[in-house]
């Protein structure tokens, strides 16, 4: 399991952070997230590779792209 980061540009707001914060530790048991609402950065640690948090992230209506 690795850090991965994506550049979000779509994360506008605290719901936007709340929303893919849980879609990720739902479907990744272990995942933790941490948003930055300025950078619109996205990382997520303990992930299992990044195709699977992109997948994730873009099913729950966002549009993410590795940083």
Known sequence: MTEVAFTVEDMSCGHCVGA????????IPGAKVSAD??????TVTGAPDPRTVEAIIADAGYTPKAA
Do not use: H, M, N, P
Request: net charge positive.
């Open 37 to 42: 609402l300025d950078t619109k950065r996205v």
């Open 20 to 27: 893919i914060t849980k879609a990720v530790e739902g479907k």
